[in-house]
């Protein structure tokens, strides 16, 4: 316990402590108590080179705006099957979560050839678009392969990561970071790329043919 004398004034103390730490999938910074109230306490973390996937809500902070971009893409999708109206149209849900996520300007030719490959009624057209996209999605993959995870963290763009809490609290809570390793993004980034070339697949082989 370390008692600090907190007279009328204004008063600067620093703190410092170095514990042992090991890197896991959920990490949770230490609770600090106080036996008095203090306000504006500012919570700072530099995590570590990983593929950080949320990081809980305390006061006013960063959060991972990667799952409002998969609720986006999810919501499209259900708009797609609507219009479509086959059980197939679900599959869509792949290439819009590559457009999301995958930081490559290729990723964005992907939907819109399988736009071509739903409208159009001529298999060489079909096949045309087909190739175009699945050469999109091989070089999003190198991209994403050789990339930084594509965290979205929204309120933080670079640098440790910081909360605010302007309450009183007679504690400073701990925080939780879900992250999983940098290969674990390149895991993600493969199956993305292997379920969308059959999603390719399998649209270019319901063109009809002449």
């Known amino acids: 316990m370390i008692r600090l004398p907190l007279e009328q004034g204004e008063h600067d103390y620093s703190i410092q402590w170095s514990e042992p730490r090991t890197t896991e999938v959920v990490e949770r910074l230490p609770v600090v108590r106080f036996e008095s109230f203090a306000k504006n306490i500012e919570i700072v973390t530099t995590p ?3 593929w950080i996937v949320w990081l809980e809500q305390r006061g006013w902070g960063p959060f991972v705006g990667w799952w409002q971009r998969v609720g986006a893409a999810l919501i499209v999708t259900l708009v797609v099957l609507f219009l479509e109206r086959r059980r197939t149209s679900l599959l869509w ?18 939907p819109l050839a399988l736009v071509v490959l739903t409208l159009t009624k001529e298999r060489a057209v079909g096949r045309i678009a ?8 091989a070089a999003a993959l190198v991209g994403a392969l050789g990339a930084t995870p594509e965290m979205s ?9 910081r909360w605010f809490l302007p309450e009183r609290l007679n504690e400073i809570p701990s925080v939780a970071i879900i992250s999983l390793p940098t290969w674990g993004w390149k895991v993600f980034a493969t199956l993305w790329a292997a379920s969308a070339v059959l999603f390719v697949y399998l649209r270019t082989r319901e063109v009809p043919s002449p």
Do not use: H
């Open 130 to 137: 087909g190739g175009v996209a699945a050469l999109a999605i």
């Open 153 to 161: 963290i929204v309120g933080q763009e670079n640098g440790p990561l």
């Open 93 to 110: 849900f792949i290439p819009f979560l590559g457009v999301i996520t995958i930081p490559s300007a290729f990723v964005l030719l992907i």
């Open 48 to 50: 570590d080179e990983r």
